[in-house]
């Protein structure tokens, strides 16, 4: 198995090929790590704010080198990639903050209550201890922002824990120079090499391999469903099952309701129109599925985002084998039953994807299980209902999301009516984060942001793979009873 770099506006080779990391390679790549994470995991949040702001300096200072060749590997466009260089450093600097704060160190005292339980006790001391070394598997769709030195690996840094990552072969050139970058930082900060661990490959083998390696004690995965749950059950089943947290994707519903409607949705499709053709519509947040109820108003909002839905140009997938998945979504989308085309141009073999929308009855959506399924493309499917409160039973449908959207809810009301309480409860059950304005594209790195959700969309509900709770992940908690006044004075530091 080999690893070329390819120009996705041509699908021409760059460069010559070169194999993929061999099994012995992976395994030392581990055993550094494992090497490296006691000491890591006693290091003090200074040290780790030094790592991640410097990490951030020098993938700021390589912008002129870096962003033009993930241009040339993912034709994402030199705008939207120097967006998300900014990100990956904002969140790089994040996470330095927040270890300097010192949330990772964070511990409970119970002081000493003479007597018998359950009114006495002993001093007990809660505090966290870092996993260890994490397996992070980058994304295709954000070559910095979920790669390399992405959200994963600075919370993993930030928690105390070292990084094997797993270079993704949508852009295995950049993947590499931005490890190697990586590295002089560490060793500039005399620190070991086997802090961020670095292996590639495009067969199944390289991934379990990783995995399955006995100095794994966690897996980070943002990626396909297929892909997420096959490696889930492999860590599930090690001698030593480890835990994996995995983001998988989801249809992201929009409910819009009829009070969004009243001044006129043309604005509303626009926007919505965008959000779905955004990056080709490849976000885990991508809006596939949008309830409309019944009627005029409907109606015109329905034709308005037909309308500038087709007036865009999405460009190519990142990959052919993405591609051949959304390909293979539309075909599934147009024959199931009940489903009718709104914008459904076929684009020729070798020219971008177009957009495609088609609109289906409630009644036909909830009943078929096939138009549950996320379709990662620039796709939508309007679910039409006779009432805003069948689009409950749409949710219900659906099951876990990462997102779902409710336009219309009165913001002002002091007493909801019960349908809107329901809608608003079936939301939060079934998503990790819940919009009542604006749409799901564009995820915010703060604190009390959460990119999760129940199965499938993550399998991890109770965690974030955005935001500085991501850190949590890769923490353990731990009692300490009776412990010596040094250990005590740590505050939470492991020794």
């Known amino acids: 198995m080999t690893l070329q770099s390819i120009d996705a506006r041509t699908g021409q080779p760059v460069g010559e ?39 951030a300096d020098a993938l700021e200072s390589a912008r002129e080198h870096l962003v033009p060749l993930a241009d040339r590997e993912t034709a994402l466009g030199l705008p939207r990639l120097n967006g998300e260089l900014d990100r990956t450093a904002f969140q790089l600097r994040g996470f ?34 870092p996993l260890g070394p994490v397996a992070m598997f980058a994304a295709s769709n954000f070559p910095f922002a979920f790669s390399v030195l992405g959200g994963d690996t600075a919370s993993a840094l930030a928690a105390g824990c070292p990084v094997v990552i797993k270079g993704h072969p949508a852009h295995p050139e950049l993947s590499r120079q931005t490890v190697a970058l990586a590295r002089q930082v560490i060793a500039s900060q005399g620190l070991p090499s086997g802090l961020i661990g670095f292996v590639e490959g495009t067969s199944i083998a390289a991934g379990v391999r990783l995995v ?17 749950t096959a490696l889930a059950r492999i860590a599930a089943e090690r001698a030593r099952p480890i835990p994996f947290f995995g983001e998988l994707g989801s249809v992201n519903p929009l409910i819009v309701l009829p009070d969004a409607l009243r001044e006129g949705g043309t604005e509303l499709a626009q926007s919505l129109a965008g959000s779905i053709c955004l990056g080709s519509g490849q976000f885990c947040t991508s809006p596939g599925v949008i309830v409309v109820t019944k009627g005029a108003a409907g109606d015109a909002f329905v034709d308005a985002l037909a309308t ?46 177009r957009p495609y929308l ?40 659906v099951g876990g999301s990462l997102t779902v959207t409710l336009w219309g809810i ?22 990790g984060r819940v919009l009542f304005a604006g749409v799901p594209t564009g995820v915010a790195v703060t604190a009390a942001q959460h990119h999760g959700g129940p199965f499938p969309a993550s399998t991890a ?30 505050k939470g530091v492991p020794c």
Do not use: M
């Open 17 to 55: 090929a070169w194999p993929e990391s061999t099994p012995a390679q992976i395994d030392a790549a581990v055993t550094a790590a494992a090497t490296t994470a006691p000491a890591w995991a006693t290091s003090d949040g200074a040290a780790r704010a030094r790592l991640l702001r410097g990490l």
């Open 96 to 129: 330095a903050d927040v270890a300097e704060r010192g949330d990772a160190f964070a511990f409970l005292d119970d002081p000493t209550v003479a007597g018998a339980p359950p009114a006495g006790r002993p001093h007990l001391t809660r505090v966290r201890v």
């Open 212 to 228: 399955q390696a006995d100095g794994i004690a966690a897996v980070a995965f943002t990626g396909s469903f297929a892909g997420g």
């Open 308 to 353: 500038h839905l087709a007036s865009l140009s999405p460009h190519a997938l990142l990959t052919p084998g993405i591609r051949g998945a959304f390909e293979k979504g539309l075909v599934r989308w147009r024959d199931a039953a009940g489903v009718r085309p709104l914008v459904a141009d076929i684009a020729e073999a070798n020219a971008t994807p």
């Open 358 to 397: 088609a609109e289906v009855d409630g009644g036909d959506f909830v009943a078929n299980a096939s138009l549950h399924e996320e379709v990662f493309g620039a796709a939508a499917l309007v679910v039409r209902t006779d009432t805003p409160s069948q689009a409950i039973d749409i949710l219900r449908a």
């Open 410 to 431: 009165e913001k002002s009301a002091t007493s909801p009516d019960d349908t809107t309480l329901e809608l608003v409860r079936a939301a939060t059950q079934i998503a």
């Open 461 to 490: 509900p109770a965690t974030t793979s955005v935001g500085y709770a991501a850190l949590d992940r890769f923490l353990r908690p731990v009692a300490l009873q009776d412990a010596p006044a040094w250990l005590v004075d740590r």
